[in-house]
Nanobody, 117 residues
Framework: QVQLVESGGGLVQAGGSLRLSCVAS????????MGWYRQAPGKQRELVAT?????????AESVKGRFTISRENAKNTVDMQMQMNSLKPEDTAVYYC?????????WGQGTQVTVSS
């Protein structure tokens, strides 16, 4: 089992910044990809950014150049973070982290990000 704890959401004005964190613990051996997803009210959950165990990154077009995903491996935890700059009202959503470890995915509890105009 993998446990995930998210933090870092909040309320910010347009143009501001936030940093999200997702700490994975438990059976973290052989975690492959990690990523951030978001779900706005009335919309489907969508991919925001991913990072593989080798450090390859991918971003949704809507956040390229504004968001940066990173991960840091420690002995007993993996800390994935996402720096979000130049935030826009359309970035408002609940953000979820996801960890892929064969044969299943694990999801965080979600953290609310609200960007006011």
């Amino acid at each position: 089992q993998v446990q995930l704890v998210e933090s870092g959401g909040g309320l910010v004005q347009a143009g501001g910044s936030l940093r999200l964190s997702c700490v994975a613990s438990g059976n973290i051996f052989s975690i492959s990809a990690m990523g951030w997803y978001r779900q706005a009210p009335g919309k489907q959950r969508e991919l925001v950014a991913t990072i593989t165990s080798s450090g390859n990154r991918a971003y949704a077009e809507s956040v390229k150049g504004r968001f940066t995903i990173s991960r840091e491996n420690a002995k007993n935890t993996v800390d994935m973070q996402m720096q979000m700059n130049s935030l826009k009202p359309e970035d408002t959503a609940v953000y979820y982290c996801k960890v892929s470890k064969f044969p299943r995915d694990y999801w965080g509890q979600g953290t609310q990000v609200t960007v006011s105009s």
